[in-house]
């Protein structure tokens, strides 16, 4: 993506329903930063023990295995929501109107239909893990010490499910722009030009600068 990016918001049901949405998204990116921390914290504590106990974390592979899930997916919807995930805009950055709407909904539909794929085959995978009459309800577990790994395995398709809501938004999002020949469609990620987001920045310390040195 060339620059940043911005999300309208008013009163109508698709916005509304974007806010709604959003707060969900809000929740499972924090869950996803949590497990980051948890994970440098786990990181000491098996490196201290190690060097001066002689006796690191056990399992410290195996909670790492199951936290991935959580920093790789959990806050992929929200990055979708303010379009700050990765992309490739060479040909759509060149358009503008009807044909940047069309573009990005040909775009959102793809990605729904690889979305549902994943979901369906992430919970076909954790079914396989999981068993209501097994120890722990798994079927499988980690090597070191044993951890259930159904948790980690339901985590992908909770998380792809919501990126398919999001996506399900954003194609109504992109239509009805489409339709109402609209420049600032509200619910889909606005993209930002790098001599503009720039503009913003220096704009926005310049305040900060005034606020300074008025205090």
Not at 62 to 82: H, K, T, Y
Not at 141 to 161: N, V
Request: net charge negative.
């Amino acid at each position: 993506m060339a620059g940043g990016a911005r999300v309208l918001e008013d009163n109508s049901k698709l916005s509304v329903l974007d806010q709604k949405l959003a707060r969900i998204e809000r929740f499972l990116a924090l869950i996803s930063g949590i497990a980051v921390f948890m994970l440098m914290v786990l990181a000491v504590v098996s490196v201290s023990g190690r060097n001066f106990f002689n006796a690191p974390l056990p399992g410290y592979v195996d909670w790492i295995e199951q936290a991935m899930p959580l920093i790789a997916f959990m806050g992929v919807s929200f990055a979708a929501r303010d379009g700050t995930h990765i992309r490739m805009d060479i040909v759509i950055g060149q358009l503008n109107g009807r044909p940047l709407w069309a573009a990005e909904f040909v775009t959102a539909f793809a990605t729904l239909i690889l979305m549902m794929l994943l979901v369906w085959g992430s919970w076909a995978h954790f079914e396989r893990s999981f068993d209501w009459s097994a120890p722990l309800f798994s079927r499988d577990s980690t090597i070191d010490i044993a951890l259930p790994i159904w948790p980690a395995k339901i985590l992908a398709p909770i998380a792809f499910s919501v990126l398919c809501l999001r996506t399900m938004l954003q194609l109504w999002g992109y239509g009805r722009a489409f339709v109402l020949g609209l420049s600032e469609p509200v619910a889909v990620p606005l993209v930002i030009s790098a001599a503009a987001q720039a503009a913003e920045e220096a704009r926005l310390m310049q305040g900060h600068d005034d606020e300074e040195e008025t205090t």
